[in-house]
Nanobody
Framework: QVQLVESGGGLVQAGGSMRLSCAAS????????MGWFRQAPGKEREFVAF????????DYADSVKGRFTISRDNAKSTAFLQMNSLRPEDTAVYYC???WGRGSIVADRYDYWGQGTQVHVSS
């Protein structure tokens, strides 16, 4: 069983930066790929980024490529999402998720989810 707790959301102006954190419980954190997804009001949950258990492989949605960076610290069982050059369209609830084995861009393949953290980007 893995429990995930996100933090770091809030309000930021367009062009600003924000870093989200996802703290995980359990002793097998490095066995899980970590993903970030987001859901805006009235829209479906969408993939943002994932990182492999070792941290050597990452993937990003085209909409965030070059602006967001996913990383992890396995010693602290924490994943991060650094978000730069934020835009109003990045406004959403951001969720971290854990998947045993390889990462995926498909939300349904993740085993555990956090409660989400709200990010609001003002124009």
């Amino acid at each position: 069983q893995v429990q995930l707790v996100e933090s770091g959301g809030g309000l930021v102006q367009a062009g600003g930066s924000m870093r989200l954190s996802c703290a995980a419980s359990g002793r097998t954190f490095s066995s899980y790929a970590m993903g970030w997804f987001r859901q805006a009001p009235g829209k479906e949950r969408e993939f943002v980024a994932f990182i492999s258990g070792s941290g050597t492989t990452t993937d990003y949605a085209d909409s965030v490529k070059g602006r967001f960076t996913i990383s992890r610290d396995n010693a602290k069982s924490t994943a991060f999402l650094q978000m730069n050059s934020l835009r109003p369209e990045d406004t959403a609830v951001y969720y971290c998720a854990a998947k045993w084995g390889r990462g995926s861009i498909v939300a349904d393949r993740y085993d555990y989810w956090g409660q989400g953290t709200q990010v609001h980007v003002s124009s």
